[in-house]
């Protein structure tokens, strides 16, 4: 069963602009990651966020995590043509070993 | 850089063949993932392996077995395949009881005729 559900399910914007993306879960987390995956390729990791944390920064990115909202939102400041890609949210529950769970993806498209 | 390769890139099989699809990752990662990958559904894992010669079932492994011999390297097998098996396939390593951040091979988009 999916864990986790990204929201909107694709977006599209112009270059420079702000892209915030939305994932929402079910059960109780250990942590939540975001991936990327450009057009036909493998993921690579971008950011994870522990379930006693609240917000986390790498680069452009910001992440945020509300576990009492079981959701977590995926903020890319300063949009680039070269962010355009899909972006998966995925769960580590609580408890469990290594396993992901991964929500369906969100297709960003940022426009030159 | 933790590297993860896959021995394919495109294959194109057909139905009730069997098809051997390769995993190798050079971090001397415990852990070894399969997922397929089909649009609207995200991704999905098939199977697997905490160490040697150990595998654990994932979501859906029905129609797949997998085969871990060495650390490094990690088999997908199809034993009979069918076009519902015509997906992608993506290959993850991570180590083990860390931060569980999976670190993935390029995919092989799989077509069986």
């Known amino acids: 069963s999916q864990q986790g559900e990204e929201d909107p399910q694709a977006l599209s914007i112009q270059e420079g602009e702000n892209a915030t993306m939305n994932c929402s879960y079910k059960?109780?987390?250990?942590?939540l990651q975001w991936y990327r995956q450009n057009s036909g390729r493998g993921l690579v990791h971008l950011i994870l966020?522990?379930?006693?944390?609240r917000e986390k920064h790498s680069g452009r990115l910001r992440v945020t995590l509300d576990t009492s909202k079981k959701s977590s939102s995926l903020l890319i400041t300063a949009s680039r043509a070269a962010d355009t890609a899909s972006y998966f949210c995925?769960?580590?529950?609580?408890?469990?070993?290594?396993?992901?769970?991964f929500g369906k993806g969100i297709t960003l498209s940022v426009r030159p | 850089d933790v590297k993860v390769t896959q021995s394919s890139r495109y294959l194109v099989k057909r139905t009730g063949e069997k098809v051997f699809l390769e995993c190798v990752q050079d971090?001397?990662?415990?852990?070894m993932f399969w997922y397929r990958q089909d649009p609207g559904l995200g991704l999905r894992l098939i199977y697997f392996?905490?160490?040697?010669?150990?595998?654990e079932k994932g979501d859906i492994p029905e129609g797949y077995s997998v085969s871990r011999e060495k650390k490094e390297r990690f088999s997908l097998i199809l034993e009979s395949a069918s076009t519902n098996q015509t997906s992608m396939y993506l290959c993850a390593s991570s180590p083990l009881r860390t931060s569980y951040e999976q670190y993935f091979g390029p995919g092989t988009r799989l077509t069986v005729t």
């Open positions: 971090m001397d990662h415990e852990n």
């Open positions: 059960t109780s987390i250990n942590n």
């Open positions: 995925a769960t580590v529950l609580t408890g469990a070993n290594s396993k992901l769970t």
């Open positions: 966020i522990r379930s006693n944390e």
């Open positions: 392996s905490y160490d040697v010669k150990m595998k």
